[in-house]
């Protein structure tokens, strides 16, 4: 790999690509969401069931 960008002139733009799996982290924010959406909902049903 050292040998390929030796050979490159210094002020040649190099880009890489982290590779990584999209679905995963779709469905990370899907759980993520999910959980906020039930602490949200017992943090209201809490306060809702006191008030009456």
Do not use: H, Q
Request: charged fraction near 25%; proline fraction near 2%.
């Amino acid at each position: 790999m050292l040998a390929l960008l030796d050979r490159l002139d210094p002020r040649t733009i190099v880009l890489a690509d982290k590779a990584y799996d999209g679905n995963a982290v779709r469905k990370l924010a899907d759980n993520f969401l999910a959980m906020v959406k039930l602490a949200s909902m017992r943090l209201w049903l809490r306060a809702y069931e006191s008030t009456a």
